[in-house]
Every structure is written in C-alpha cells, then in structure tokens.
C-alpha cells in the first residue's frame, strides 16, 4: 500500500533524488528559468521555495542553510541578495509551472519552471 508516499521517488535512490534536486535548484536560482519535466517541476517547486522563503531571513543561519541544501555559493549569495529582497512583501508562491507542448519526441510532458515577478 502506499500510504504516507507524498513524494515522487523519479525512479532514483534518495541520494540520487537529492543530487536531481540540488542541481535542478542551483540551475533555476541562477538562471530563473529552466526546462524540465512536469514531475521533476513539481516536486522541484516546494524544494526552492522553502530555500526562498529562508533567504528572506536574512540571518546567518538561514544563510547557511541555504548553502547546505545548494552547496553553491554563487546561487546562495543570489538567493540572499536578489530574490529574497524581489520577494520581500510577497507570502509565497515565487514560483510557476508551465506546461509546454511537444518538445522532442514525447509530447506533453515537459514543462517550464520560472520565478514569477
């Protein structure tokens, strides 16, 4: 039974999941926008928001937070300095999924994760 299973396991061990979201993350702070797959996107959103919201802290232990879950520090200094200052007056949802058509030879599965403004 799967009862309790909240998140998608993307067919990876947890530390396989753990680097995906680490590398999903640090490529959609620095770039602010990033093509990927409808699942990987959703389960990205919750991950980078939290991130978001920490940075809006503005302490040194949010900072370091951040910068264990990303283990970057370029996309740790953006977080605290750009987005979290973008996104001062805003409660949450600093992130949208869009879904694109076909891309490739699959259609309907891959979609756009992007910062709102």
């Keep these: ?68 879950r990303l283990g970057c520090t370029e996309a740790t200094r953006k977080i605290d300095d750009t987005l979290a200052k973008r996104y001062e007056k805003r409660a949450g949802g600093y992130t949208r999924i869009i879904r694109l058509g076909r891309v490739g030879k699959r259609i309907g599965e891959s979609a756009r994760i992007e910062f709102v403004q």
């Design 1 to 68: 039974m799967k009862h309790h299973d909240a998140k998608r396991t993307l067919s990876r061990t947890k530390r396989g999941r753990t680097a995906l979201l680490r590398s999903l993350a640090r490529s959609l702070v620095l770039h602010e926008s990033i093509v990927t797959t409808v699942a990987k996107a959703k389960e990205l959103r919750p991950f980078v928001e939290k991130l978001i919201s920490k940075g809006k802290d503005g302490t040194l232990a949010s900072r370091r937070l951040v910068l264990s």
